[in-house]
């Protein structure tokens, strides 16, 4: 978070709604995000998804097995931005 401040890159952020996102979403003018809820009839299980440039990484928290990777390819980032901004349509501030 540091560093994306200090060179004043934004993020938009999408998380089920807690506890941890709330108190996320408090920091984010602070912390260059913009944070959205997901619906409650979405439920996404310990998955981060990050869109940077020409890659995408999709890591797994599993406890058991934590898995990450990172695809550097046009066309799965493309898929997966349309995946991030139909989920930020249908998400909420609150």
């Not at 260059?32 to 996404?44: G, Q, V, Y």
């Amino acid at each position: 978070i540091d560093k994306r401040r200090t060179t004043f890159m934004k993020m938009r952020l999408i998380s089920p709604h807690s506890d941890t996102a709330v108190a996320l979403k408090k920091k984010d003018s602070k912390d260059l995000r913009h944070t959205k809820f997901l619906p409650s009839h979405i439920e996404l299980r310990r998955i981060s998804n990050f869109i940077y440039g020409n890659k995408t990484a999709l890591i797994s928290l599993n406890k058991q097995v934590p898995t990450g990777t990172i695809i550097e390819d046009p066309d799965i980032v493309h898929a997966m931005t349309l995946y991030f901004e139909s989920l930020w349509l249908h998400s909420t501030e609150q």
